[in-house]
């Protein structure tokens, strides 16, 4: 309800309230029937105003006001100002609000206060998290069951708009065959000295881990071809590799990867989009950690994707997994009880790249 309309609502419930103490003087004194009337007319008279300007209509406290009245009083004889339909129209309105706040649902239990501090808490914390993040987290390190929608109502306003999320061409095939495919490409960071620095990352599709990253000033054909020997041994079921039509990918790369018994899916030209995710990775990498970092050097870049992609493989959860991590923990998850924490635990948070993340943990209380 908007301030006008609470405004609105309160004086009528004040007016009403005037207008009953006014019942109550006058059945004070003899002759109740007749106070009654007297109160009925004057509701109907006051609906002029003096000095012949134009009529009003009745506002909510005159309605409520008859409509009580005409149960002690002869009402149809005494209207002299509102028709007698107008009075049955009022009554049955105030019959239906009745009843609709007699009817209304009571709505799902507030969770407990001590979660309700959480999820602030985790939202502060982690200014680029969003429901889905915090709910992921929740469920995957605490064990803690509760939907998006209950984690927004509690969560701090939003200064910034969510970006929104691109199509997807490919899918249906990337979905058939995510466990054998791997996707690549090149992005880049710049140090604090304007130097450019490329990053390659190579993302499993099936289980959204990273399986290798590398930085390099000058990348070339034949240190892109030597990445791809580290990371394949011939044993894995990878079948399939991703990459654009960047000239980095040359023929002696493909022929390489074809060595090692991939075959080298190529994306259309300016589409993105069927690369789409290892192109949500590197977003993910530039909005939840490289657009608040700047590395001074390339040691300093590579300090900073190791911490980060150990924070993604292994403590940021994925909504496409179920939630679930990449590298789960081997002891797995102490359920709770509902939206309550498991007795005798804690919930403990550990800062990632120096308070940028955090992650979340149950611990047993000393």
């Not at 103490?21 to 609906?47: D, I, P």
């Not at 109502?153 to 929104?164: A, E, H, I, K, N």
């Not at 979905?175 to 710049?190: E, I, Q, T, Y």
């Not at 990918?249 to 080298?264: F, H, I, K, P, W």
Request: with cysteine; proline share 5%; aromatic share 8%.
């Amino acid at each position: 309800m908007s301030k006008f309309g609470l405004r609105v609502a309160l004086r009528t419930v004040v007016d009403v309230l005037a207008d009953i103490a006014r019942v109550g003087l006058l059945t004070l004194q003899s002759r109740t029937q007749l106070a009654a009337e007297n109160l009925f007319l004057r509701k109907q008279l006051a609906l002029y105003i003096e000095r012949q300007v134009k009529p009003r209509r009745a506002d909510d406290a005159t309605r409520v006001t008859l409509v009580a009245l005409s149960r002690l009083v002869d009402w149809r004889r005494l209207l002299v100002i509102v028709k007698p339909d107008t009075l049955i129209r009022w009554h049955r309105k105030g019959s239906r609000l009745f009843w609709r706040w007699k009817s209304r649902a009571p709505g799902r239990p507030r969770i407990t206060a001590s979660l309700q501090h959480l999820i602030v808490e985790m939202a502060t914390a982690n200014r680029t998290w969003g429901e889905e993040r915090i709910t992921a987290e929740l469920l995957v390190k605490l064990g803690i069951h509760v939907s998006p929608r209950t984690v927004r109502r509690y969560m701090p306003p939003r200064t910034t708009p969510r970006s929104r999320t691109g199509s997807q061409a490919w899918s249906t095939f990337v979905r058939n065959h995510a466990r054998a495919v791997l996707a690549c490409d090149f992005f880049v960071a710049v140090t604090a000295t304007f130097r450019m620095m490329y990053v390659f990352v190579v993302l499993d599709v099936g289980t959204r881990r990273i399986t290798h990253w590398n930085t390099t000033e000058h990348p070339t054909a034949e240190w892109t071809a030597q990445q791809f020997r580290m990371i394949v041994a011939g044993d894995e079921a990878h079948r399939y590799v991703i990459h654009d039509r960047d000239s980095i990918y040359s023929e002696g790369v493909d022929r390489t990867l074809a060595a090692m018994g991939l075959t080298v899916l190529r994306t259309p030209v300016q589409a993105p989009q069927a690369n789409a995710f290892c192109e949500r990775l590197v977003g993910t990498i530039r909005r939840e950690c490289l657009d608040f970092l700047i590395p001074l050097t390339e040691w300093h870049l590579r300090e900073i994707m190791s911490r980060w992609v150990t924070h993604y493989n292994r403590g940021r959860p994925h909504s496409s997994l179920g939630p679930g991590l990449p590298d789960p923990p081997p002891d797995g998850v102490v359920e709770s009880n509902g939206h309550e924490l498991p007795d005798g635990h804690r919930v403990v948070a550990t800062p990632i790249l120096g308070g940028l993340h955090h992650e979340y943990r149950l611990e047993a209380a000393a």
